[in-house]
């Protein structure tokens, strides 16, 4: 039989979308989901042309195989679980649904990764495009698949991708003229199983770059540091630790540009709507890529000053009885914890724990620096974390049986001119479906008070 079909493997949003691209352009779809509980019909019915699209659940037959010519993943599929292992060895090339983006993209791409900070500085990079340019497409991890949206592009739109490691895993030709790494902190060595691991697959945004390309380092990052020798793009660092002759720097409430060690000062904190450090980060990284985009720098900070902070990322919900809640459900590791807290300035009743990702928790107590004045603990990792804080003399802590309870016992806990915050340091896995869910809850929750 001949080989003439694609073999797209998950039926989420990612997967009909890839399904909806390929059937758009006259490729036939087989479409396959290892979870055999799932309704045909309601998989069907999310399809814009069911029309050329098989679908299969739990195992494929293996007739189907000899019918594919290209297996395409969504992101959540492992690369090296059985099922990917075995298309392989029979010779069918897997790509991720990115990849199959890109091939699709007729414009100019922008490629945002790292371990924390892709979805504040991926939103603000696509509002600094989208005031600037006519057609400007956000999409990839931050909810908008890019094969939604690819077919729509155009030769002079722009293509602006948050990008994670899971998506960077299954890239072949994809190639963006500006991309950016914004740190690097072990994250998912569930998946990935050992941080070298991880930080290959970070880094593999700029393989197909070239020296007419850019990519968007952090100075603080002593791998990105040692990165910018060998990556074949342009580097291009910002910090906000130190002064740099050349990018973008940090400095006492204010970001500069440094050129061939000529500063110019760019914008200060307090003009912006997002706070902490890591913020300015953001910012800085968002300034570097649509600068040498060659948006004028003027749109850029006009763009910067308007631009809001993402919901779910240390997002102010409101003040009842004196106390600031704030809701950071998208903190969903330890590096990115950190920042919640060091972005709060009163004391603090923390709601933390959930779906163990492999992490270790020594350095988020490390960050509490006497603001965290009680931290309530949820989910399957509440007792590992428990053990740590006890490690670090830290025992201001109380277990809840549900994220209702640890709510309330944190309300019951904070008094005025405190703040409680959500940065549960894990994933939201096992109690809710996703943060975006968990940080909704969390919203309802406070706004009831």
Same mark, same amino acid.
């Given at each position: ?18 399904? %909806? ?7 036939? $779809?087989?479409?396959f #989901?290892?979870?055999?509980?799932l309704?045909e019909?309601?998989?069907? @019915? ?5 029309g050329?699209?098989d679908?299969y ?6 007739g ?11 992101? =959540? ?11 392989? @060895? ?10 199959l983006?890109?091939?699709? #993209? ?5 490629a945002i ?6 979805t504040?500085?991926t939103?603000?990079?696509g ?22 949206e690819?077919?729509d592009s155009?030769?002079d739109s722009? !293509?602006v991708a948050?990008?994670?490691s ?6 072949d @030709? ?14 998912h ?8 691991k991880y ?5 593999a945004? $700029?393989?197909?770059?070239?020296? %007419?390309?850019?990519v ?7 791998e990105?540091?040692e ?12 910090? !906000?630790?130190?002064?740099?002759? #050349? ?8 970001i500069?540009l440094?050129?061939g060690g000529?500063s ?5 904190a @307090?003009?912006m709507?997002?706070?902490g ?12 890529i649509?600068?040498?985009f060659?948006?004028?720098m %003027? !749109? ?10 993402? /919901?779910?990322r240390?997002e102010?919900?409101a ?13 969903t590791?330890v &590096?990115?914890?950190?920042?919640g ?5 009163r004391?603090?009743?923390l ?8 992490s270790e928790? &020594? /350095?988020w107590?490390?960050? +509490? ?7 309530v603990?949820? =989910?399957?990792?509440k007792h590992?974390?428990a053990?740590?804080?006890r490690?670090?003399g830290?025992?201001?802590y109380e277990?809840?049986?549900? +994220?209702?309870?640890?709510?309330d016992? $944190?309300v ?5 001119? #405190? $703040? ?6 894990c994933? !939201? ?8 869910q968990?940080?909704n809850? +969390?919203?309802?929750?406070?706004n009831?008070?």
């Amino acid at each position: 039989m001949d080989r003439n079909r694609i073999l797209v493997v998950g039926t989420g949003i990612s997967g009909v979308s890839a399904c %909806d691209l390929l059937s758009a352009n006259g490729e036939t $779809c087989v479409l396959f #989901d290892s979870n055999d509980k799932l309704s045909e019909q309601s998989v069907r @019915d999310k399809l814009k042309d069911a029309g050329n699209v098989d679908i299969y659940f739990g195992e494929l037959e293996e007739g189907v195989y000899d019918t594919i010519k290209l297996a395409v993943l969504s992101p =959540g599929v492992p690369v090296d679980s059985t099922f990917v292992v075995g298309l392989k @060895d029979r010779g069918i090339p897997v790509i991720g649904e990115v990849e199959l983006a890109f091939r699709y #993209d007729k414009g100019s791409v922008i490629a945002i990764t790292g371990t924390n900070g892709k979805t504040t500085t991926t939103a603000l990079t696509g509002k600094i495009m989208s005031d600037h340019y006519d057609r400007v497409f956000v999409v990839g991890n931050i909810g908008n698949p890019y094969t939604k949206e690819v077919s729509d592009s155009s030769t002079d739109s722009v !293509s602006v991708a948050e990008i994670s490691s899971f998506q960077l895993e299954t890239i072949d @030709d994809f190639k963006p003229h500006v991309s950016a790494i914004l740190n690097i902190t072990p994250d998912h060595l569930n998946r990935h199983h050992t941080l070298e691991k991880y930080i290959e697959v970070k880094e593999a945004v $700029c393989t197909n770059q070239t020296g %007419d390309d850019y990519v968007i380092l952090n100075y603080e990052d002593e791998e990105l540091r040692e990165f910018a020798e060998r990556t074949p793009a342009t580097p291009v660092f910002f910090s !906000s630790a130190r002064k740099l002759d #050349d990018g973008l720097y940090y400095d006492n409430g204010t970001i500069y540009l440094g050129t061939g060690g000529v500063s110019q000062r760019l914008i200060d904190a @307090d003009e912006m709507n997002i706070i902490g450090v890591h913020n300015m980060e953001n910012a800085m990284a968002a300034i570097a890529i649509a600068h040498v985009f060659g948006v004028p720098m %003027d !749109s850029i900070l006009k763009s910067v000053r308007d631009f809001k902070a993402v /919901e779910h990322r240390i997002e102010f919900v409101a003040e009842k009885n004196g106390v600031r809640y704030y809701n950071d459900s998208k903190g969903t590791n330890v &590096d990115a914890a950190i920042k919640g807290i060091k972005a709060m300035n009163r004391p603090t009743c923390l709601i933390g724990g959930g779906y163990d990702k492999g992490s270790e928790y &020594d /350095e988020w107590f490390e960050a +509490f620096d006497g603001k965290v004045k009680k931290l309530v603990l949820i =989910g399957a990792t509440k007792h590992k974390i428990a053990e740590c804080a006890r490690k670090h003399g830290f025992n201001d802590y109380e277990f809840a049986e549900s +994220f209702k309870d640890a709510f309330d016992i $944190c309300v019951r806990n904070a008094v005025e001119g #405190d $703040c409680v915050l959500l940065s549960p340091a894990c994933a !939201s896995w096992g109690m809710f479906d996703n943060y975006e869910q968990r940080g909704n809850i +969390f919203k309802e929750y406070v706004n009831d008070l």
